[in-house]
């Protein structure tokens, strides 16, 4: 198979893409999406553009992917989220916040108890519902940049869910649905600090 990939409709100063192909690997898949956004980005051939993943620092340390070109690290931030055979790279200035999260429309038993758990509904019998719901929260928390260290509940939405944050910071994130192909996509963005 092939990997196929399509652009997503993202606010000025983010690019996206979605690739899907369940015969490519996860890291193949951030890779392969990375290269063809930066190579887009700036005009030249995928062949120039290195993606490395960054040394882990520590234990449960998160490490970053790195595009670099002629051996010089670019400053551009790859953002990527992954579902089953799916993944969305996007790629932004290294200064704004930037979360990501997929799923597709049919969770497992397993995922439907995890997000009722965390969720604030009224009805979480609504799937459809709590899935657009627990891919905003999870965005929001990608972009807050403190993972596991946050539980989900904590995470307050707009009654429009085109805003998201956490009580406990100033930053408010505004939310795009970028969804396509039967996966959902949101994506949270905060403001590039002032200069």
């Known amino acids: 198979m092939t990997l196929n990939t399509v652009a997503l409709e993202m606010p000025t100063g983010i690019t996206a893409r979605l690739g ?4 490519t690997t996860i890291h193949d898949r951030r890779r392969i999406l990375a290269k ?6 700036l ?9 490395e993943r960054e040394a882990p620092r520590g234990f449960g340390y998160h490490t970053r992917l790195i595009a670099s070109r002629d051996g010089a690290e670019l400053p551009i931030a790859i953002v990527t989220a992954s579902y089953r055979a799916a993944t969305v790279a996007a790629i932004a200035d290294p200064g704004l916040p930037l979360g990501i999260d997929i799923r597709d429309s049919t969770p497992d038993p397993a995922d439907i108890r995890q997000m009722q758990k965390h ?5 979480e019998e609504n799937i459809p519902d709590l899935l ?4 905003c929260v ?3 928390l990608e972009a807050d940049g403190r993972g596991v260290r946050v539980a989900p509940q904590h995470v307050r939405l707009d009654a429009g869910r085109h805003r998201g944050w956490l009580p406990d910071r100033n930053m408010k994130y505004s939310l795009v649905d970028a969804s396509r192909d039967g996966w959902l996509i949101t994506v949270a963005y905060g403001a590039l600090p002032a200069a």
């Open 119 to 123: 969720s604030h509904l009224p009805n």
């Open 36 to 41: 063809e956004l930066i190579a887009a980005k």
């Open 138 to 140: 999870q965005a929001v």
């Open 20 to 23: 899907w192909d369940p015969g």
């Open 43 to 51: 005009g030249c051939d995928t062949s120039a553009i290195r993606i």
């Open 132 to 135: 657009n719901h627990w891919v």
